[in-house]
């Protein structure tokens, strides 16, 4: 058995979500790919002092990810006192 990933997809215009409304169905197989080349390392950025994260829509997710690992290394990060998140969905 392959693992099951479930998705919540808001129906808009935009061709992969109607795909995912039109056409998808449960049990249906699909190629996942993973995009995106920006990171949090922790080690990189130990003298930082406030974090700013700014995300829309989706894009919570990869923000989040990024919260989670700056607060899981915060022994890494002995300057940090600040973290802002500014994030706005419609």
């Not at 949090?40 to 894009?59: Q, R, S």
Request: aromatic share 12%; charged share 20%.
């Amino acid at each position: 058995d392959l693992p099951e990933l479930q998705l919540a997809v808001k129906s808009s215009k935009h061709p992969p979500a109607q795909w995912c409304h039109t056409f998808a169905k449960p049990g249906k197989r699909v190629k996942l790919a993973a995009g995106g080349s920006f990171y949090f390392d922790p080690e990189e950025h130990g003298t930082l002092k406030h974090l700013v994260l700014i995300a829309g829509g989706i894009g919570i997710n990869p923000i989040f990810s990024m919260l989670k690992e700056a607060y899981f290394h915060r022994q890494k990060l002995p300057c940090l006192d600040r973290v802002s998140l500014f994030y706005s969905a419609s």
